[in-house]
């Protein structure tokens, strides 16, 4: 299981950029997908959730309304695109596959590598 | 401020016992499993610990995992340097949302 991000960099404030998240080693179509955020020497911060199929998105307050997840299973990636950025979105953002057990409980078992978004004039 | 509560700092002896506690509410903890991170300096996250007290394959039994109505714990017994780094809890909470604990950084003195 690979899960390769990329996408990342400097942007101004109210500017845009898309994260990109290429999976491998397994069915990607069959799994839920997530967005965690670091801002620098912070915790981690849970940013958007997206069904296997796309039917469902879920999004923390923090971000919605500027924050679109997308995914594309012919392409085994899932998309952050980040709109309206401020200083405080500066962050690694990491992507994350949930694994569902039949008990209902889940977890996040892989993890990308992070990309750093730099919010700054 | 992190939805679930975790002491900021921790420490210990090598070969000691530590306990990492979270606390949360009737919506995240209360109703869900927990699980738990470790995130090593300058890496991604890595599940340590699954459904309240499961282990992955490859995770050494020194960590364990416990929970106990909106509360939970890891302990790492046999305490070895290379387990210093941050641990973050983390639950699904019914109001439709990931939540995380705001982490314990672990020093082995």
């Known amino acids: 299981v690979q899960l390769v991000q990329s996408g990342g960099g400097l942007v101004q404030p109210g500017g845009s950029l898309r994260l990109s998240c290429a999976a491998s080693?397994?069915?990607?179509?069959?799994?839920?997908m997530n967005w965690v955020r670091q801002a620098p020497g912070k915790g981690l911060e849970w940013v958007s959730y997206i069904s296997s199929s796309s039917s469902t998105i879920y999004y923390a307050d923090s971000v919605k309304g500027r924050i679109t997840i997308s995914r594309d299973n012919a392409k085994n990636s899932v998309y952050l695109q980040l709109d309206s950025l401020r200083a405080e979105d500066t962050a690694v953002f990491f992507c994350a596959r949930e694994y569902y057990e039949s008990s209902g409980y889940t977890r996040f078992d892989y993890w990308g590598q992070g990309t750093l978004v730099t919010v700054s004039s | 401020q992190s939805v679930l509560t975790q002491p900021p700092s921790a420490s210990g002896t090598p070969g000691q016992r530590v306990t990492i506690s979270c606390s949360g509410s009737?919506?995240?903890?209360?109703?869900?499993?927990v699980n738990w991170y470790q995130q090593l300096p300058g890496t991604a996250p890595k599940l340590l610990i699954y459904?309240?007290?499961q282990r992955p394959s490859g995770v050494p039994d020194r960590f364990s995992g416990s929970k106990s109505g909106t509360s939970a714990s890891l302990a790492i017994s046999g305490l070895q340097s290379e387990d210093e780094a941050d641990y973050y809890c983390?639950?699904?909470?019914?109001?439709?949302?990931?939540?995380f604990g705001g982490g314990t950084k672990l020093t082995v003195l």
């Open positions: 009737s919506s995240n903890i209360g109703s869900n499993s």
């Open positions: 080693g397994f069915t990607f179509s069959r799994y839920s």
């Open positions: 459904s309240n007290n």
């Open positions: 983390a639950a699904w909470d019914d109001s439709l949302f990931w939540v």
